[in-house]
């Protein structure tokens, strides 16, 4: 069974930062990019960023470009999300997404 875990959300100020985890398993996570996604409350679905199968290749939303970086552990099957200079409109529930779309993780940005 495919499974894709996401962790590490919860409330911090604005300036602040978070790191996301990804736990994947049920698949070969080393063959599959993958991705971090984002819906805010009461929005559509944001593409936030990617990362190919070795981990050599980044792309971000312009959104969060300079702020956020991706990055994966093939030997631990994970998926990470470091998130800093965290604004509020960065306030949403965070999926890991690959050959499916996991489970997320909220995060809050308020004082």
């Known amino acids: 069974e495919v499974q894709l875990q996401a962790s590490g959300g919860g409330l911090v100020q604005p300036g602040g930062s978070l790191r996301l985890s990804c736990a994947a398993s049920?698949?070969?996570?080393?063959?599959?990019?993958m991705n971090w996604i984002r819906q805010a409350p009461g929005k559509g679905v944001e593409w936030v960023s990617r990362?190919?199968?070795?981990?050599?290749?980044?792309n971000y939303a312009d959104s969060v470009k300079g702020r956020f970086t991706i990055s994966r552990d093939n030997a631990k099957n994970t998926l990470y999300l470091q998130m800093d200079s965290l604004k509020p409109e960065d306030t949403a529930v965070y999926y890991c997404?690959?050959?499916?779309r996991g489970q997320g993780t909220l995060v809050t940005v308020s004082s």
């Open positions: 049920g698949f070969t996570f080393s063959d599959y990019a």
């Open positions: 997404d690959g050959p499916m």
């Open positions: 990362i190919n199968f070795d981990g050599t290749r980044t």
